[in-house]
């Protein structure tokens, strides 16, 4: 007896055998044909799986054939879980979260204009509305801190100066004159032309920095020199509280706005910072002109009137120069920049 060569070999079989193992083979295949392209199908499916769930949001349809805006109908299909940080619905499909038109900034007060009442001041607009005193000084130019009623006061968003552009500022002049960061104003002012600035708007310099105040003169003599003159300065300090003697500069300015610091006149300046209220360089309607022209006890003036010239007119009493009024009288006088041993300004 021979052993079988293989399992489909029919020489050890007789004919009617191998007709019926013929006809069961043919049977066989006939069959497995349809199974085996169905196992195929199948395999072809879950390999090409992957990329049907990342290319073809399955349940999706419905939404996107109504929606209008890109990716709305990715952010309606049906949430079923997230798997390692990424959402999936229930039918299988990426989930992606509708993005905003606009990517959301940071949202900042708008400026206000305010209309100033009886005893209104910058100190306590700053405090009202948290911003520096500073801030409010650089951004309304001529205003002093204390405000008569009926006066439009303009409050920034945030700490910082508030400038209106005109012709000739760019963007860089302007970064530069307030010591602030060029991307810092873009952003915060959400400018699409930097390279051209809208004349006659309100530009913020988020925390720039404005004029700084002139030092607190000093208490040893020094001589002052101011274009051609000079001035030798010798201070006689003076304890007193707010009481001034008639007939004095002190006396007249504080008719006109309470002094309560005392001393003599150039020790103004430095007690009124130390009091707290505002002091610059550049003249104001309202503000108090502190001058070392009496060389021993100073002077001071209150500014009536500023020029476009950046000169001012000040009204005062015991002044001695051209055209003075003398002890006990008040006069006027035009002063021009550059010709005063000038401390400062109280605003």
Known sequence: MQAISGVGSLSCIGRDQAASWEGKGGLALKYAAPRFATHSAVLLMAAAMPWVMLHVPVGASPAMAGGSIPGTALAQAPFGRAVDGIGWSMSGSLVVP?????????????????QAVDGDTLRTLATRYGLSVNTLLWSNPKLVDRLTAGQEVVIPPVDGVLVKVTATDTLTSLAQKYRAESDAIIEFNLLRHPETLPVGDYLMVPYGVGPEPPSVPQQNAHTITVGKRSWYVTPVWSSGGGLYPFGQCTWYVNTRRAAPWGGNAWQWFGRAKAYGRPVGSTPRVGSIMVTWESPYWGHVAYVEQVYGDGSWLVSEMNYYGDPGGGWGRVSYRHVVPGTIPLIGFIY
């Open 98 to 114: 509708a993005l905003p038109a606009t990517p959301p900034g940071e949202k900042h007060r708008d400026i206000i204009h305010y």
